[in-house]
């Protein structure tokens, strides 16, 4: 008879399979304990008879199941089902975490729910309360409590890993597109769980790594665009792209920098038109004054293009035109945030932004009293966003993947309300580029 442990986020077996490998220190076969499921399946098919004590679960609890889908989340559901592996794709605003709320429902197995940001921790808590009547455990953000159903970040995960490696038989990794760094896909590498689901609006990463994604959580079973749920689920939206121009001033000081830049890219025969190149700048940076001149160079020239006076002026006049409507600013500079507040008088919220200061901006744009708020990133992902029919981009940094968080944060379905997506866009610089590029990413 064959044994099959768990130690410390590897799978120790006698007996030779597909994914070990002989180690002389343990005096057996191991590997990574998210083979458990393969080498179970393995030791089955060729009929050896196994003493399996890999998995010691947490008891599941008693719950209720107050979940109803709606046919495109049952859908993404039973294409999870037929394997109870992979990833599901519904753009922000569709309803991803019913359909994680439900797989726990069905698999009534302990659960683990690993999730980017402390807000997100909170929500999950919140409507596993809400829908399945239970008070599942917490980890990370102060609380340390393990349960049978168990919501936990992704680095409080990685910390922990040998300890909650073998007590789950479901895990559920929110946001999924997190998974495959470097050191997350640590996490799913050390979890012996036999089934898994992961969950995002965007899972494709600029990095390549998304690539992963077989090996750590399954394929990809499902996915449905935004274009899908428009009219039904989600409000129908339209995008409209303002061009401005620079001041006198602000044109001369960009094209000194890009100058600046073009010249170093010219002289060392680089390009600067992918991730790839801009993180073998990064590189370059580290040890070559040049690069890193280069580089800051580049960093001013898009920071005047993001932050031109003509944006101010257009924002101005477009908060006069939709007075009244509901609408959230998006800009990824903290600075622009806090000018904007300033110039308009209107609620910030950033990363320095602390919980409660942000919660009560929040609850008085849901309620009405605020009409408009002004964000960096910090809202692109994890945090509930209460709806607004209208957002307006001021360009930055931002990648497709929060170009397509930000529509979803007006998407939310409204009686006969069209939602908007506003970009404010600076012509002929680094900034109309990197809008067109998150477009295009986008397919959108």
């Known amino acids: 008879m064959v044994r099959l442990r768990y130690f410390k986020g590897l799978l120790l077996s006698d ?92 698999i009534r197995l302990a659960t683990l729910i690993i999730v980017p940001t402390i807000d997100l921790l909170q929500q999950w808590y919140e409507n596993i309360r809400e829908l399945l009547g239970v008070e599942a455990g917490r980890v990370g953000g102060g609380y340390d409590e393990l349960k049978g159903i168990t919501v936990i970040t992704y680095d409080s995960a990685y910390t922990q890993l040998e300890k909650i490696g073998n007590k789950f038989g479901l895990v559920i990794f929110d946001e999924v597109h997190h998974l495959p760094s470097e050191g997350y896909s640590i996490i799913a ?75 170093f890219l010219s002289q060392r025969n680089l390009k600067l038109k992918s991730l790839n190149d801009f993180n073998r700048l990064l590189r370059l940076a580290v040890k070559d004054k040049e690069a890193r001149e280069a580089l800051l160079a580049w960093h001013e020239a898009l920071k005047i293009a993001v932050n031109s006076k003509a944006k101010l002026e257009k924002l101005k006049d477009l908060l006069k035109e939709l007075n009244g409507e509901k609408i959230i600013i998006f800009t990824r500079n903290t600075s622009m945030v806090y000018e904007i507040s300033r110039l308009f008088l209107i609620p910030a919220v950033t990363y320095k932004t602390n919980k409660q200061e942000r919660i009560e901006i929040l609850e008085k744009f849901r309620s009405g009293k605020y009409n408009v708020i002004v964000t960096s990133s910090v809202l692109d992902e994890g945090i509930d966003v209460p709806d607004a029919s209208i957002g307006i981009v001021l360009g930055g940094y931002g990648t497709s993947r929060q170009f397509i968080q930000r529509l979803g944060r007006i998407l939310r379905k409204k009686e006969n309300k069209k939602a908007r997506l506003i970009e404010i866009i600076t012509k002929g610089t680094s900034d109309y580029n990197l809008s067109k590029r998150r477009r295009q990413n986008a397919n959108l």
């Open 189 to 263: 590498q050390g979890l012996a769980a036999p089934y898994r689901l992961g969950l995002t609006a965007t899972p494709e990463r600029s990095d390549g790594r998304h690539k992963l994604y077989p090996s750590l959580v399954g394929p990809l079973v499902y996915r449905i665009t935004v274009s899908n749920l428009v009219g039904k689920y989600l409000s129908s939206f339209e995008i409209q792209r303002i061009y401005v121009n620079f001041t006198e001033d602000e044109e001369k000081l960009y094209r000194y920098y890009r100058g600046i830049l073009k010249k």
């Open 15 to 106: 007996f030779s399979a597909p994914g070990l490998s002989w180690n002389d220190e343990f005096k057996c076969y191991i590997g990574q304990a998210n083979k458990y499921r393969e080498v179970l399946y393995y030791y089955k098919r060729s009929h050896v008879e196994v003493e399996d004590s890999v998995l010691e679960l947490l008891p599941f609890p008693l719950i209720v199941d107050r979940i109803k889908l709606r046919e495109y989340q049952q859908e993404a559901l039973n294409a999870w089902l037929k394997s109870k592996l992979g990833i599901i794709v519904i753009p922000t605003g569709g309803g991803k975490t019913v359909i994680g709320l439900k797989a726990i429902a069905l």
